[in-house]
């Protein structure tokens, strides 16, 4: 089977989408379908390229159990709208931006992210790089729940 490849995009790629990126490839190793799905995570803008994530975002994510300090931040590119099955955008500002990028035939790929956590009433992920830990905190909580949702959303689109 080909790889169903997930993409999670913010602005700078150290906070809300390598959270996202460790929180969701965790899920999915824990679901036996790490050979099945791949797991990236970009920015629309360059600010960060080729930093580590958020040294408060890795700390949160490490406390509970995710370890985010392998990945690097990088800006997303439109041919990623090639590649990935998902491009989910952390907020509404960041879909707008990516959805310059799409093209007729893949625009179906780019969605908020917390589409798939309905239950928590809320569109964006907010950025918590300008406030203190407890953004952070709640940055994981919204990321679990809505990769919850994308796991079963892709379970039933791809029937793994």
Known sequence: MEKIH????????????????????????????ADVVQVDSAGTHAYHAGEPPDRRAQGTALNRGVDLSKYRARAVRPADFNEFHYVLAMDNE????????????????????LEFAPHLH?????????????????VFDMVEAASEGLLRDLRTRYKV
Request: contains cysteine; positive net charge.
């Open 94 to 113: 960041n879909y707008q931006h990516l959805a310059r990028l799409t093209t007729p035939e893949t625009s179906a790929k780019l969605k908020l992210f």
């Open 122 to 138: 809320e569109r964006d992920v907010p950025d918590p790089y300008y406030g203190g830990a407890s953004g952070f905190e709640r």
């Open 6 to 33: 997930v993409l999670f995009v913010c602005m700078g790629n150290i906070c809300r989408s390598p959270t996202a990126h460790g929180v969701f490839e965790k899920k999915v190793r824990e679901a036996g379908l």
